[in-house]
């Protein structure tokens, strides 16, 4: 395994580090299944990728990560409670039809979450908007907005007014700066350009 | 991580050529699931590669239910038809017999060399007829692995079939697990919808119906030829679809059906299901035909106590592929399959291939299932 040196993978040490050994490990929004790869490897864990795109799941059958091509939610439907240990929601919340919904299903499915996404509300990301009047594009999102997936994209003070309304319990979370790898820790909404979340419900 | 990573598509490919077939003949007597016996049998198969010294590189091959045991290469300079899966399986292709040894064999039930009903019966001297014992999927699973243990191979690299042959791949990984490496299940599922059900038993009242079926007493070279080719025809309608028939006939018509009569052949489609019926009946035969559709009918891994009661044994890697245009065996039916593997904690993929040829799709070169293939065998 090389180092985690690529941008896109700023979460993996981070999830990494929730994650217990042997652990059940469902990833939503798998991609290419190199975060199960990395896990797999970090922590011999069991783990699952789900992804809407046989390009992605043909790359997990090669990383020899068990992967399941459909949609997330049906899915989800028929897992029992707790049938996962951790599920993971690494910039897939944004990409969802009925975030809500399939958020409290990952809850219902796994006895932790954990919840990786770009803050909006960004400093840059702010900036580009009022003085270029456009979206911020770096490495990992390189493409213009007619040739990506639609995305509904949010800031680390929604995301937390949403766990507020829902009543999920924030067990831990990690705020990363502009480049996705230093920690940050004063005002989170505006400095934070990515944060990482480990969600539980109450029960 | 990008696009660059994918494999470009297998060259330097080559053909199985020539091949022979074999008949593997067990003298002990073979108990079937429902209880009835046969004191021996015979399974006609075929090989293609070298069996290593090892003895770990065996792929079986399971057909669906019209299939045979020839999926590659060809029986004579004169054969036109290379076998039923001749893209899959030779030299560099997925399943690739440079590095594999490949059986296939027909089903125990058939009608093309294996013992079926109208085998003759060794104790009566007459075709078993309907006295054949009722046959399961699990039937022609167990008779396939008495032709494995006769290569003197413990554990197979993989099970992959499609249609009939998913049935029996999902068979084996739930009744040997500890004998095969990993399996592919394509086009199939866990049992049939009622649709598919009440398709098989249309076919079949087509050849009970036929005068000529005579309690399935027909003659070796007779039988109810016009009730097995209207099976066939019908049957064959589910395993195309709706786009992929509008694709390759529309409403084209054959020449000259100005002058015919009002019921003769006027629409390409009816041309091609009537020459499918015709030359269906020259190669099999209606009582294996009513046999192979009611095991494929009564299976059902959701029985007797669940689908993920009935997993529960698997532990080799699984891949199940299902097909979009496929109104057979929905994508639906695969997917539960792999949805229970994945309750159970066992390693299992799901992948979906856009394709608008039907159930047939399996059968069909398309790259996506060449690269999905040859990845999951190699890994």
């Known amino acids: 395994m090389k180092p985690i040196d690529k941008k896109r993978q700023a979460d993996f040490q981070i999830i990494a580090h929730w994650v217990n050994e042997g652990d059940r490990v469902l990833d939503l929004g798998c991609g290419r299944g190199v975060l199960l790869e990395y896990l797999k490897q970090k922590k011999s864990i069991y783990g699952v990728g789900v992804d809407i795109d046989l390009d992605k799941i043909l790359s997990c059958v090669k990383r020899g990560v068990p992967a399941y091509q459909g949609d997330i939610r049906s899915m989800l439907a028929t897992f029992p409670d707790d049938a996962f240990d951790r599920v993971i929601f690494s910039r897939t919340v944004e990409q969802l039809d009925d975030a809500d919904a399939v958020l409290a299903e990952g809850l219902r499915v796994g006895r932790r979450v954990a919840v990786g996404f770009v803050n909006k509300a960004f400093w840059l990301n702010r900036l580009n908007v009022l003085f270029k009047g456009r979206r911020t594009v770096n490495e990992v999102y390189p493409k213009p907005w007619y040739e990506s997936m639609p995305t509904n994209p949010f800031s680390v003070a929604e995301f937390e007014d949403y766990c507020d309304a829902r009543r999920i319990v924030i067990e831990d979370k990690v705020y990363l700066s502009g480049d996705w790898r230093s920690e940050c820790s004063k005002f989170p909404n505006l400095m934070a350009g990515y944060a990482i979340y480990d969600l539980a419900s109450i029960d | ?379």
């Open chain 2, 1 to 379: 991580m990008n696009d660059s990573e994918q494999a470009p598509l297998i060259s330097d490919e080559g053909e199985v050529g020539f091949v022979e077939y074999q008949d593997f003949v067990s003298k002990e007597p073979f108990n079937f699931e429902s209880g009835g016996s046969i004191p021996e049998l015979t399974l006609r198969y075929e090989t293609y590669g070298h069996l290593n010294a090892a003895k770990d590189n065996a792929i079986l091959i399971c057909h669906a239910l019209s299939g045979d045991h020839h999926c590659a290469g060809v029986h004579g300079i004169d054969e036109r038809k290379q076998g039923w899966w001749n893209f899959m399986v030779g030299p560099g292709k997925p399943i690739d017999t440079t590095r594999y040894f490949v059986i296939c064999s027909n089903v125990l039930g058939g009608c093309q060399g294996s013992t079926g009903p109208g085998s003759i019966n060794p104790e009566t001297g007459k075709p078993y007829n309907l006295d054949f014992p009722k046959l399961t999927v699990r039937d022609m699973v167990r008779a396939q692995s008495l032709l494995i243990d006769s290569f003197g191979i413990d554990r197979l690299h993989a099970v992959i079939g499609g249609s009939m042959g998913g049935m029996q791949t999902l068979q084996w990984a739930i009744d040997f697990p500890d004998r095969l490496g990993r399996y592919i299940a394509l086009a199939s599922g866990a049992r049939h919808t009622a649709q598919a059900i009440a398709f098989n038993d249309t076919g079949r009242q087509a050849i009970i119906s036929d005068p000529e079926w005579k309690e399935g007493n027909y003659e070796p070279d007779q039988g109810p030829a016009q009730g097995l080719a209207v099976a066939r025809m019908m049957a064959h309608i589910t395993y195309l679809s709706d786009v992929g028939m509008e694709s390759k006939f529309g409403r084209k018509r054959r020449s000259g059906d100005q002058s015919r009569e009002h019921f003769e052949v006027e629409f390409e489609v009816e041309s091609y299901l009537r020459y499918q019926g015709a030359s269906f009946v020259t190669r099999f035969d209606a009582n294996t035909y009513l046999y192979l559709t009611k095991a494929l009918d009564r299976f059902d891994l959701h029985s007797p106590e669940s689908l993920d009661a009935t997993l529960s044994s698997v532990t080799a890697p699984g891949l199940v592929v299902g097909f979009t245009s496929d109104w057979l065996y929905p994508p639906q039916g695969n997917r539960e399959v792999v949805e229970a593997l994945l309750r159970l904690g066992k390693d299992a993929t799901y992948a979906e291939l856009a394709m608008d040829f039907g159930h047939d799709s399996f059968l069909l070169r398309a790259p996506q299932l060449y690269e999905l293939m040859h990845r999951f065998l190699s890994r």
